[in-house]
């Protein structure tokens, strides 16, 4: 009927109006945050599979607002991408991890690469490549370890500028890589066209790698065609030894998750990796 029509149009206004009213909260909320600092990274090891070594990092954003319990980047960075606040957010991640490669090479330890996450936003919409370039300048980052990671759903956004824009930063040097593969539609050989040098497979695939045939046998085409298109492969959320053998017997080249550790803070950091070899 008309009357409950009526009803329906006001729910939906009331629903949509407290969705408007809590992104406004959330806006301020992250726009206060950066202000007061209350952003950080936390590190998760990138171990190599053949050695143990942990021969990189990825950093990962937290927010620890000062009275409440840490923020997941699940729950604030759709929001920060809506709001364009994931650019000056970003920016922070970029220069923060780019600081922190220095002062752990500056502390005498081998070099470290470090992986940083580009948001759609970030990688699309505006000039990153001219972002990363002034960042490495101004902070003596060694752009051979540096990766940057994007998301395979972001690349098919608009291949024609992401092949653009990631040429421009291999030319200084960084490293690129495709972040959570196999959960979006390109193929392998569609990767062909980017200049990226490695491939991350998406947990998701990880997870049940040794109780679903599927997953085993999509992990293992991927290995074997990255490898054939001269690509690094890393493996995300190995959680289980069973998965770590799985993944060394098959040829993966390293692997991030719980079963060697979860991200922590940089200072944990430290005691994971190698005294440089000509430092005494
Ligand atoms: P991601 O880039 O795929 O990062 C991997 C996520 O998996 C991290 O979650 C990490 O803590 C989690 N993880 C690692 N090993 C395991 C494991 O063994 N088991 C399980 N269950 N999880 C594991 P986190 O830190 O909550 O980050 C979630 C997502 O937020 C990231 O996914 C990334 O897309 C985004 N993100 C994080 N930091 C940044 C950033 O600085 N900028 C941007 N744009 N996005 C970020
Ligand atoms: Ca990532
Ligand atoms: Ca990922
Ligand atoms: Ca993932």
Same mark, same amino acid.
């Given at each position: 009927?008309?009357g409950?029509?009526?009803?329906? !149009? ?7 109006? $407290?969705?408007?009213?809590? !992104? ?13 600092? /209350?952003f ?33 980047? $699940? ?5 920060a ?17 780019m ?6 090479? /500056? ?19 505006? +000039? ?15 752009p051979?370890?540096l ?9 098919? /956004?608009?291949? $024609?500028? $992401?092949? /653009? ?48 045939? +599927? ?6 085409a991927?290995?074997a ?15 289980? +030894? ?39």
């Amino acid at each position: 009927s008309k009357g409950q029509g009526g009803n329906h !149009h006001s729910f939906y206004t009331a629903e949509m109006g $407290a969705q408007a009213v809590e !992104h406004l909260r959330m806006e301020g909320a992250l726009q206060r945050a950066l202000q007061r600092q /209350e952003f950080l990274l936390y590190y998760q090891p990138v171990v190599d599979i053949g050695s143990g070594v942990v021969s990189g990092v990825e950093a990962l954003l937290r927010w620890q607002p000062q009275d409440r319990p840490m923020v997941s980047p $699940a729950d604030f960075i759709p929001l920060a991408e809506e709001t364009g606040l994931i650019v000056p957010i970003g920016d922070w991640v970029l220069e923060t991890a780019m600081r922190q490669q220095v002062a752990w090479r /500056e502390a005498g330890l081998s070099p470290v690469r470090i992986s940083v996450n580009l948001s759609a936003r970030q990688f699309l919409g505006q +000039d990153v490549a001219q972002r990363v370039a002034a960042l490495l300048a101004g902070t003596g980052c060694d752009p051979a370890f540096l990766t940057l990671e994007i998301t395979e759903s972001v690349l098919m /956004e608009n291949p $024609a500028a $992401a092949t /653009e824009t990631m040429g421009r930063l291999a030319a200084m040097g960084v490293q690129l890589a495709i972040d959570d593969f196999g959960t979006g539609y390109s193929s392998l050989a569609s990767l062909k066209r980017f200049p990226i040098h490695s491939l991350k497979i998406d947990r998701s695939f990880v997870m049940d790698l040794t109780r679903d045939a +599927d997953d085993a046998a999509i992990v293992n085409a991927v290995i074997a065609l990255a490898h054939s298109m001269k690509l690094n492969v890393i493996a995300e959320g190995v959680e289980t +030894d069973e998965q770590l053998a799985f993944l060394q017997r098959h040829g993966c080249d390293q692997m991030q998750g719980y079963c060697f550790s979860r991200p922590v803070e940089p200072g944990r950091i430290e005691a994971m990796l190698q005294p440089a070899k000509n430092f005494h």
